[in-house]
């Protein structure tokens, strides 16, 4: 379903993505690991067209990312990002409900309302959290937020962009469950990127791990463990040592 | 030789580029507005941020500088027996230049910069980016809503502004300096001509433009982290502070030159 072909992107001298090569399959729970500074972020936000690749293509269903009308292209995405990204102007609820009070998927106001409090509900929030404001949440709480108003208008493709970085491990935990039910639930395509081994084992379906700006290795999470790839193997098990150099 | 050639290029070049850049914001500005989806409700939040919520700002800024204008006006016209000329030079001095290049600066101090740093927020911390994947143009959602406002509430500013400096500036000389109220008021509003009035207004859309245009630009070009939030916000005051005093000087030769 998403398919990226030798794709390549540079920030002045610093080339981030030198020809990676991906099949994301139609439903499946698609995990980048990677260490930091690899370009898995860079990756996720070039479907979006928040970052343009210089070289390559991403096909989505076999059409250029971004093709044709784009915001019907972007109401089939609904992402997480690493810091919440929440609206700090609007309560709760308006920033759940965001894409469903304008555009295209706009609804009347109470009925989005409605729409944000089931989907708080369907991430372990409760109805008093709607009219509060994101800076009066805890980071967790932040985190579920930014999920259900991934979610709210139940798009096909949903990206995950480091779920579980800042939270406590119990958090961390509650929020990788969270995300396989709700991927398993709504049937959708997940693309996942993070270096938490935590996360990769409870919301992979596929691994693909990033390095050097290409697909190092990838394939069923079940094979991950007995890869026979050293790079891999190195970063599953966190060592200092081997082929990855500690310090980039 | 070259090496001066170079230091003197080198910011020049850069000066242009940031004009380039800016020109190119307000045309892409110019092209949201025409174009739905208008987003009403940041709109009119916008209008109440900048308009209503400056109007303390900016009316204690026009008393007390109308009323230190009286003063100045009347002990400097008394050194060639022209104290009397205070309710004229009071009036045109407000309205004219005061009146629009204070309201024009406090609103690049309170709004470009408030402006600036909340758009350069919301992008270090992706929210400009969860935008776009909300489906949701920046420019549409946090520009033009604002540099609209801008464009409609700073003349109303500047009006008001206008007619707190005459205040200040009568009360203290029909207070202070022994003026007969009823004189000095005549002498304002017969003072006074249509076009002093238009070209305060004309300069505050002009100066309420910059600001708001200013703040969304630095903001939206703003460099990472908190250094980054501080130099957008400290750039774009600047930016619109010089904007505003070039555009002044450019409007006020349109208006008055003979």
Redo the contacts between chains.
Sequence with gaps: MIRYIDVHKSFGSNHVLRGMTLDVPRGESMVIIGGSGTGKSVAL?SV???VTPDAGQILVDGRPAGAGD??AF??R???L???G????SLPVWQNVA??LM????KRPRSEARDIAIEKLRRVGLTPDVADRLPAELSGGMQKRVGLA?AIAAEPEIIFFDEPTTGLDPIMAGVINDLIREIVVEMGATAMTITHDMSSVRAIADRVAMLHGGKIRWAGPVADMDHSGDPYLDQFIHGRAEGPIEAVR | MWRLLGGIGAPVLAILAAIGRVTIFAGQTLRHVVRP?F?GREFMTALAQIGWLSLPVVGLTALFTGGALALQIYAGGSRFDAAAVVPQIVAIGMVRELGPVLVGLMIAARVTSSIAAEIA??KV???I??L?????HPMKYLTVPRVLAGLITVPFLVGVGDIIGIFGGYQVAVRSLGFNSATYLQNTVDFLEPLDIVSSLVKGAAFGGIATLMGCYSGMSSGRGAQGVGQATKSSVEAAAVLILAANFILTGVFFSV
């Excluded at chain 1, 990204?85 to 700090?88: N, Q």
């Excluded at chain 1, 304008?102 to 998927?105: E, Q, Y």
């Excluded at chain 2, 776009?132 to 949701?136: A, G, I, N, P, Q």
């Design positions: 936000k979006l067209g928040l784009r915001d972007l109401a995405f609904g992402m990002f690493q810091g990204a929440l609206f700090d965001f894409r304008r555009g295209a998927l108003r | 989806p987003y927020t919301m911390t992706e929210q980016d969860a776009v994947t909300l489906s949701t």
